[in-house]
């Protein structure tokens, strides 16, 4: 398998995305790994009745599997016909090929055929794919299993607080840099955990799931700015009758002062007790 998961992207996009994905430990300036996984990290399979949306893009992926490898994220896996998940980590994903490597936690090989993925991401949502494969290990590395890239993953997202829709014709919009350009992106919804966006697809390239916005400008409303560090916790593509195709941003506050806090607070009481039940 050469780039074949590459062939939906534009031309110049594998450059872009391999500067991007690297092995873990090219980098000293990242934040600690978590440890290896332990028993209590094994997380249950997306429950049958919930709603998640589905991740097809090969960059998406790609990012989000790099953002696992960065944190050590635990993964459970679900091999087929076997009553026990394994867990694993990320160690390192390819920087140029839809690869990337498992580090195995146990003596057990994994057994052969499909396996169902499960990890968190970012504590209010979970991802989940599934693979078939052997599973066989590298030379002289009985716990290091090379895999590719599923061709499409589920994300579903939990919230943490309760959203506040904004009105369709209020002020309400994100201001922020990055890469050298200016954004301003008009606000869905805002809770007390964070706040979502509304993009096209053009301006949500460059964003991933982990992304961190440094020092955003918020307006919500006639009255009241607040400024507040993000991360991207969700990325999910939409159509809208109006306004064609859309990406629904959810961003989570990464950094807000106590004061811009608690101002916050006070409109989201004041947005729930205005909204319909």
């Known amino acids: 398998m050469h780039g074949g998961l590459y062939c939906r992207a534009p031309a110049k996009q594998p450059e872009i995305f391999a500067a991007r994905i690297v092995a873990v430990t090219d980098s000293p300036s990242r934040p600690p790994r978590k440890g290896p996984p332990r028993p209590a990290d094994v997380l249950a399979r997306i429950a049958p009745n919930a709603s998640p949306h589905e991740m097809r893009d090969p960059f998406d992926i790609g990012e989000t599997l790099t953002a696992l490898a960065d944190t050590g994220e635990a993964l459970t896996i679900y091999p087929a016909n076997l009553p026990e998940p394994r867990l694993a980590r990320i160690a390192s994903v390819d920087p140029e090929e839809p690869h990337f490597v498992l ?30 494969s052997d599973w066989a290990t590298l030379p002289g590395q009985p716990n290091m299993v090379p895999a590719v890239f599923p061709e499409s993953c589920l994300v579903l997202n939990r919230r943490a607080a309760q959203r ?24 869905c919804d805002y809770s007390t955990g964070g706040v979502g966006l509304r993009a096209t697809p053009d301006q949500a390239f460059g964003l991933h799931v982990g992304k961190k916005l440094k020092g955003v400008r918020l307006q919500l409303g006639p009255a009241l700015v607040i400024v507040a560090d993000l991360e991207v916790r969700l990325l999910r593509p939409f159509r809208s009758f109006l306004l064609g195709d859309q990406v629904q941003i959810g961003c989570s506050f990464e950094q807000i002062e106590m004061q811009m806090h608690q101002q916050l607070q006070s409109l989201v009481s004041t947005g729930r007790e205005r909204q319909p039940a």
């Open 103 to 132: 580090d195995v936690v146990g003596d057990e090989p994994i057994a052969p055929g499909r396996a169902t993925f499960v990890a968190a991401l970012g504590g209010n949502a979970k991802l989940q794919f599934d693979l078939e």
């Open 164 to 187: 506040c829709d904004t009105p369709l014709n209020g002020s309400y919009a994100a201001t922020f840099s990055l890469l050298n350009k200016q954004y301003e992106l008009p606000l």
